[in-house]
């Protein structure tokens, strides 16, 4: 049931293109405070004004890209990619001998995902359907695995990071911006799918 709520808001959002932090969503805003918002999460404003910019849509907590070291030719896997702002955002750090691999859950989000990079012209980019618990990616082959306030969203947590340790090359390297539980949250929050997928 869980996953199925997840699914389902999130198919919403790539339908509608409104995230959390969109104009619409039901909380004030506008372009200008995504902007603001993909600032305070570390994004550059060129990040945020390029191209790539256009397939953000507020999801995240961090940018992880930026914290990744990323270097040319390496092959990058970001889990819950959604309509693949940060995997754009790597693969122009790993540039056309690199690889970037987006796993994401909901189809409507791989669909938009992948409209995004045919649009925006990244032939090194390629979106997969799965999930983080179970990914659709070779062991020992990828050089950096990349998350932005996707793990939260999983049941099993241990299952993703032992995914995330199968698919890494050795010597490969994680970089998460997540959220984390600072205290004990009362049970009927802890057991509500609607909040657990907000």
Same mark, same amino acid.
């Given at each position: 049931?869980?996953?199925?709520?997840?699914?389902?808001?999130?198919?919403?959002?790539?339908?509608?293109?409104?995230?959390? $932090?969109?104009?619409?969503?039901?909380?004030?805003?506008? /372009?200008? /405070?995504?902007?603001?918002?993909?600032?305070? $999460?570390?994004?550059?404003?060129?990040?945020?004004?390029?191209?790539?910019?256009? +397939?953000?849509?507020?999801?995240?907590?961090?940018?992880?890209? +930026?914290?990744?070291?990323?270097?040319?030719?390496?092959?990058?896997?970001?889990?819950?990619?959604?309509?693949? &702002?940060?995997? &754009?955002?790597?693969?122009? +750090?790993?540039? /056309?001998?690199?690889?970037? =691999?987006?796993?994401?859950?909901?189809?409507?989000?791989?669909?938009? +995902?992948?409209?995004?990079?045919?649009? %925006?012209?990244?032939?090194?980019? !390629? &979106?997969?359907?799965?999930?983080? !618990? @179970?990914? #659709?990616?070779?062991?020992?082959?990828?050089?950096?695995?990349?998350?932005?306030?996707?793990? @939260?969203?999983?049941?099993?947590?241990?299952?993703?990071?032992?995914? =995330?340790?199968?698919?890494?090359?050795?010597?490969?390297? =994680?970089?998460?911006?997540?959220?984390?539980?600072?205290? /004990? %949250? #009362? !049970? !009927? =929050?802890?057991?509500?799918?609607?909040?657990?997928?907000?």
């Amino acid at each position: 049931m869980m996953k199925t709520m997840i699914q389902e808001r999130y198919g919403a959002i790539a339908q509608t293109g409104q995230g959390c $932090c969109s104009p619409g969503c039901g909380l004030p805003g506008s /372009e200008g /405070e995504i902007v603001q918002i993909g600032q305070i $999460c570390d994004y550059t404003p060129e990040d945020l004004g390029s191209g790539s910019g256009s +397939a953000n849509l507020g999801l995240g907590c961090g940018n992880p890209v +930026a914290m990744a070291d990323l270097k040319p030719g390496e092959v990058v896997l970001d889990l819950g990619s959604g309509p693949g &702002f940060d995997a &754009f955002l790597a693969a122009r +750090a790993v540039g /056309e001998s690199g690889r970037v =691999i987006g796993i994401d859950m909901t189809p409507e989000m791989i669909a938009l +995902a992948r409209s995004n990079a045919d649009r %925006l012209g990244f032939s090194n980019v !390629e &979106f997969r359907p799965g999930e983080i !618990e @179970n990914l #659709p990616v070779e062991d020992d082959s990828v050089d950096v695995v990349l998350s932005n306030c996707v793990i @939260n969203l999983s049941t099993d947590k241990g299952a993703v990071y032992r995914e =995330i340790f199968r698919t890494l090359k050795p010597g490969g390297r =994680i970089c998460i911006s997540d959220v984390l539980r600072s205290r /004990e %949250l #009362p !049970e !009927e =929050i802890l057991n509500d799918p609607a909040m657990h997928a907000g």
